[in-house]
T-cell receptor, first 111, second 111 residues
Framework: SQTIHQWPATLVQPVGSPLSLECTVEGTSNPNLYWYRQAAGRGLQLLFYSVGIGQISSEVPQNLSASRPQDRQFILSSKKLLLSDSGFYLC??????????FGPGTRLTVL | QKEVEQDPGPLSVPEGAIVSLNCTYSNSAFQYFMWYRQYSRKGPELLMYTYSSGNKEDGRFTAQVDKSSKYISLFIRDSQPSDSATYLCAMKDTGFQKLVFGTGTRLLVSP
């Protein structure tokens, strides 16, 4: 069966510091991978998606970036965090382009 | 107008009640419809997935899609305290990567 991991689970970072969140998927090959941000009361916002190694599509212009160095690894990064980057970051995978399956999430607080 | 509208709740019901959760949408091109359950501080879990119009049943859960009214529903029979969570609807067009989410309805089932 497929499983998806995210780490860290919780992160507190100062404004202006760098960020690296990691997501890995097990039990499947060549998945589509997604990064979402969920802010309180605002639903899920798609940030990036990837259909293959090195292929990244950005949905929202911002100071975040994503990379996919391996088939089942997806990384979300920032060089300098802003207060507005605080939120719950979710990684998801899919095979069919329809159903998406989410990881446990990373709660980021920027102070 | 948002593409997907969902009442944020909270919706409070006694244990054993039938729960009806709903979403309306504006994009007639949506073909795939999903319901996710999200417990506090956890990632969303896929509950139901339907294509086009009609009903789909899985245990205590029934998903209903009415494309003519642009309206989808999730019914929960014999609700349990463990059903207390936020329920997110999501939908997408054919062949397009992006899932569009509602903001979620918080459900509270009291013993």
């Amino acid at each position: 069966s497929q499983t998806i991991h995210q780490w860290p689970a919780t992160l507190v970072q100062p404004v202006g510091s760098p960020l690296s969140l990691e997501c890995t998927v097990e039990g499947t090959s060549n998945p589509n991978l997604y990064w979402y941000r969920q802010a309180a009361g605002r639903g899920l916002q798609l940030l990036f998606y990837s259909v293959g190694i090195g292929q990244i599509s950005s949905e929202v212009p911002q100071n975040l970036s994503a990379s996919r160095p391996q088939d089942r690894q997806f990384i979300l990064s920032s060089k300098k965090l802003l207060l507005s980057d605080s939120g719950f970051y979710l990684c998801a995978w899919s095979i069919t382009d329809n159903e998406q399956f989410f990881g446990p999430g990373t709660r980021l607080t920027v102070l | 107008q948002k593409e997907v509208e969902q009442d944020p709740g909270p919706l409070s019901v006694p244990e054993g009640a039938i729960v009806s959760l709903n979403c309306t949408y504006s994009n007639s091109a949506f073909q795939y419809f999903m319901w996710y359950r999200q417990y506090s501080r956890k990632g969303p879990e896929l509950l139901m997935y339907t294509y086009s119009s009609g009903n789909k049943e899985d245990g205590r859960f029934t998903a209903q899609v009415d494309k003519s009214s642009k309206y989808i529903s999730l019914f929960i029979r014999d609700s349990q305290p463990s059903d207390s969570a936020t329920y997110l609807c999501a939908m997408k067009d054919t062949g397009f990567q992006k899932l569009v989410f509602g903001t979620g309805t918080r459900l509270l089932v009291s013993p």
